[in-house]
């Protein structure tokens, strides 16, 4: 059976610090995969979506990064904190394009 | 381009019954509903992918007129345990195979 991993489970971090969150799939092979962010209390927002090794799509301008550089691996990564980048990060995949996505345990990020 | 969710909260006692909508202004061809409770990461309920299906998991089920591009969650003889915030994801043709999620229904359960 297919499993998803994320760590750090939570974060504490000041602002202006690096960031790395990571996301790692077991049992499938060139899964899709996913970062959102959710906002206390709001929505999910997509970040940024891969299909394939080194491929990522960013959806919303910010100064997040991610990078795919094995397979089953996703990484999430910032240079800079910012207040505003405080969330609940969960890192999602797919087998296909429209097939549906499965959620990782999340990180809980708090930038003081 | 976000796809709206009605209603946004709703209070049920166990064994009533709920509908949450999901609207959006783009032509579908997917919808996924969630459950995510307080938390925790969302959890996949159903896939709609093609209009006029219908699917059923227990007591929930859920419906997607591609038409009217929206989608209904049926929840029937609710119990403690549906409650949560519901999401929908939306798949648009002009949008690859990214989900937009809507804003969520928080449904609350009460004995």
């Known amino acids: 059976s297919q499993t998803i991993h994320q760590w750090p489970a939570t974060l504490v971090q000041p602002v202006g610090s690096p960031l790395s969150l990571e996301c790692t799939v077991e049992?499938?092979?060139?899964?899709?995969l996913y970062w959102y962010r959710q906002a206390a209390g709001r929505g999910l927002q997509l970040l940024f979506y891969s299909v394939g090794i080194g491929q990522i799509s960013s959806e919303v301008p910010q100064n997040l990064s991610a990078s795919r550089p094995q397979d089953r691996q996703f990484i999430l990564s910032s240079k800079k904190l910012l207040l505003s980048d405080s969330g609940f990060y969960l890192c999602?995949?797919?087998?296909?394009?429209?097939?549906?996505?499965?959620f990782g345990p999340g990180t809980r990020l708090t930038v003081t | 381009q976000q796809p709206v969710q009605s209603p946004q909260a709703v209070i049920l006692r166990e064994g009533e019954d709920a509908v949450i909508n999901c609207s959006s202004s783009?032509?579908?061809?997917?919808v996924h509903w969630y459950r995510q409770k307080h938390g925790e990461a969302p959890v996949f309920l159903m896939i709609l992918l093609k209009g006029g299906e219908q699917k059923g998991h227990e007591k929930i089920s859920a419906s997607f007129n591609e038409k009217k591009q929206q989608s209904s969650l049926y929840l029937t003889a609710s119990q403690l345990s549906y409650s949560g915030t519901y999401f929908c994801g939306t798949g648009n043709y002009n949008q690859g195979g990214k989900l937009i999620f809507g804003q969520g229904t928080e449904l609350s359960v009460k004995p």
């Open positions: 049992g499938t092979s060139n899964p899709n």
């Open positions: 999602a995949w797919s087998v296909a394009t429209r097939s549906e996505q499965y």
């Open positions: 783009k032509a579908l061809y997917s």
